[in-house]
């Protein structure tokens, strides 16, 4: 596979690398530029195989890191409906053909956006976040964007930024969750949907010095960005990634 890379395929593998790194550090939103990105270069559901690995590596540099700064019972409420979200993907994968995966994950982060912007102008009257189903709502839809493209950044987003997280603990929540959710999808990304092979393994691993400098930029940017500045950061991001996943 490294091998027949082309130019386009080694510049989107290696700011994937970097940009995962910042993202499970501390800037989280700009990973929602790397998927797009690399599901034009490489294809929808082969791009979840290549990034999800990489997601795994960077996921335990920010464990070691934030392993403290974390809400456990935040997590365990989330896994539940997340692993059926796993299995919802699994079957509208089969029902769908591979041109028109690309469209639903943007029109899947369209959704995330909506709630977002929803959750910014009317957040301070949010009563739901006390539901039971409103944690969910977030947990099946973090577990099916998470399968189909590795995109349930945002969503975590909206539902950690509702609660009225710290900065730094909803970091360290992320984390957590991401850490065992893309753990959980190796097995099934490798023998249900085959898209993680040796091949794309070996790739993973040249890619892991890049992810480690993402990871050390994502700390220092993380502790420079006040929090108003973070949350827009946030909903300009997920703006520009749904507008390259629908086109």
């Known amino acids: 596979m490294i091998e027949t890379l082309t130019n386009i395929q080694w510049f989107a593998i290696s700011v994937a690398a970097l940009s995962i790194g910042m993202s499970k550090t501390g800037v989280q939103a700009i990973m929602l530029m790397i998927v797009p990105l690399m599901a034009m270069a490489f294809g929808a559901k082969e791009s979840t195989g290549v990034i999800l690995p990489m997601l795994c590596m960077a996921d335990i540099i920010a464990v070691a890191y934030y392993k403290r700064i974390a809400d456990w019972k935040v997590v365990a409420k989330l896994l539940p409906t997340a692993i059926l979200g796993f299995f919802l993907a699994i079957g509208v994968d089969n029902m769908i053909p591979n041109g028109q995966f690309r469209q639903l994950m943007g029109w899947t982060l369209m959704l995330a956006l909506i709630v977002m912007i929803w959750s910014e102008i009317f957040g301070k009257e949010n009563r739901w976040m006390k539901k039971w189903w409103y944690v969910a709502i977030f947990g099946l839809l973090g577990g099916f964007t998470t399968m189909i493209g590795n995109a349930a950044g945002p969503v975590m987003s909206v539902y950690l930024l509702s609660m009225?997280?710290?900065?730094?603990?909803?970091?360290?929540?992320?984390?957590?969750?991401?850490?065992?959710?893309?753990?959980?999808?190796?097995?099934?990304?490798?023998?249900?949907?085959?898209?993680?092979?040796?091949?794309?393994?070996?790739?993973?691993?040249?890619?892991?010095?890049?992810?480690?400098?993402?990871?050390?930029?994502?700390?220092?940017i993380v502790k420079l960005l006040p929090e108003k500045i973070f949350r827009r950061f946030i909903q300009i991001v997920t703006i520009l990634s749904v507008i390259l996943m629908i086109i």
């Open 164 to 220: 009225r997280k710290e900065k730094m603990e909803y970091i360290g929540i992320n984390a957590w969750f991401f850490l065992v959710v893309n753990l959980l999808k190796v097995p099934l990304q490798a023998f249900v949907w085959d898209n993680i092979t040796w091949d794309s393994l070996q790739l993973n691993l040249v890619m892991l010095p890049v992810i480690g400098i993402g990871s050390l930029i994502g700390i220092r």
